[in-house]
């Protein structure tokens, strides 16, 4: 029989370390106060009742039920993107408008005994205010990456600023930055259309040895109607995968990244970003608003830019530092009747997006609301 000393010593060790491990995440410290509240009380309750066990089993079943909530985190994020739509005509339906304002759109979760397990919600203003608190976000890409923050904004801002919002972020091809003091939360747009944009952003956040808490990239649009060459497009990603991978302090099992890796971790100490990867939507061709984008933008040209994307090994299923928010399967699902131009999808797409982005973080930070 283990001394309850030992175990005391053991017990106290995760309720330290663990936590310091997390303090990496810097998501919300009210949050990680939370979780460390919660696991001290959990081995606190196992260590005052172990007496009354003779056997060490009853401690390695709590250490068991650990490594179950570790894969029950791999199989939820496997889930997140299991959402249904209901697409319905609007009461005021006139035949001479388009599907924007035609079409109701609503999602959720699956109803699946999987999906629901994992028990996702969608986010109040409150919890993603409380989650983001103090965090600095940073969306850059196209405009779909554009779409994926103004819906950010939209959830944490009130009508009026987001009116403002909405006319700044949309003026095309610029930068934009907006701070939200209740929550402390700084967002920049940054406006990169190609892959190589992306790099050298994520190059200067190592460089300058600063980088954001939540970063979320995407592009590959602009590239397919002005070069349309996949495999250009493909090994820009691959030096997009060796710059990402490159701040996080851990480096992914390629061996090429390792000085890299020690650098940024040099200086950047527990710390490290969420990263995402914004998807390209799927491209509905017939509706696609200039010949050249009919001609270019084929799904056979879509098809090869996907394969591009699965051999970068950019995305974390795939191995890779990013996590995939897949907008082709949002949108696909979502259909025809979620799109005027083919590409730009309505606003409950990109809601989504980000509902299952919030949702990661909070998988990823070991948190539950
Ligand atoms: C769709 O219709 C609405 C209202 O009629 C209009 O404001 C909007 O510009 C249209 N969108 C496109 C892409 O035609
Ligand atoms: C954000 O954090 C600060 C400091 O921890 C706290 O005072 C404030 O109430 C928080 N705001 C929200 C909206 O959670
Ligand atoms: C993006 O990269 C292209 C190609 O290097 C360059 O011409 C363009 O100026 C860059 N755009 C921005 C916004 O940085
Ligand atoms: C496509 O890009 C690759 C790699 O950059 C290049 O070698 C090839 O010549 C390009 N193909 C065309 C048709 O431009």
């Not at 001479?96 to 028990?119: E, F």
């Not at 200067?204 to 397919?224: A, E, I, Q, T, Y």
Request: overall charge neutral.
């Amino acid at each position: 029989m283990i001394g309850a000393v030992q175990l005391g010593v053991l017990a106290a060790c995760v309720v330290v370390l663990v936590p310091m491990a997390m303090a990496g995440y810097h998501l919300s410290r009210n949050k990680m106060l939370f979780f460390s509240g919660a696991l001290f009380i959990t081995l606190a309750i196992g260590v005052h009742l172990t007496p009354y066990f003779p056997t060490v089993n009853d401690f390695v079943t709590t250490v068991s039920s650990v490594v179950v909530f570790e894969n029950r985190r791999d199989s939820c994020l496997s889930h997140l993107h299991d959402v249904v739509w209901e697409v319905t005509p609007s009461p005021n339906f006139n035949p001479l408008d388009n599907n924007t304002v035609n079409y109701d759109k609503s999602w959720a979760w699956a109803s699946s005994s999987a999906v629901s397990a994992c028990g996702f919600q969608k986010l109040g203003r409150f919890d993603a205010s409380d989650l983001l608190n103090g965090s600095w976000v940073v969306v850059a890409g196209d405009s779909q990456a554009r779409l994926v923050a103004l819906s950010l904004l939209s959830l944490v801002l009130d009508s009026g600023p987001l009116e403002m919002v909405n006319k700044d972020l949309f003026k095309r091809h610029s930068d934009y930055q907006i701070v939200v003091g209740e929550i402390g939360m700084r967002l920049d747009f940054i406006w990169a259309p190609y892959t190589v944009n992306l790099t050298n952003l994520v190059t200067k956040f190592k460089r300058n040895r600063n980088f954001p808490d939540v970063l979320v990239m995407g592009s590959g649009l602009w590239h397919m109607l002005h070069f349309t060459n996949a495999s250009d497009f493909g090994v820009q990603l691959q030096s997009l995968r060796r710059s990402a991978a490159s701040l996080l302090p851990v480096s992914l099992e390629t061996g090429s990244n390792k000085p890299e890796t020690s650098s940024a971790s040099g200086s950047g100490s527990a710390r490290r970003p969420h990263l995402f990867w914004v998807g390209m939507p799927t491209l509905i061709n017939s509706m696609l608003n200039t010949e050249e984008k009919r001609e270019r933008m084929t799904d056979a040209m879509r098809g090869e830019y996907d394969k591009g994307l699965q051999k970068s090994k950019l995305i974390r299923q795939a191995g890779g530092p990013l996590w995939l928010l897949d907008i082709e399967s949002l949108s696909w699902n979502c259909g025809v009747r979620c799109t005027v131009d083919g590409m730009h999808y309505d606003m409950p797409v990109y809601e989504a997006v980000l509902h299952i982005m919030l949702n990661a973080l909070l998988i990823e930070s070991h948190q539950k609301l």
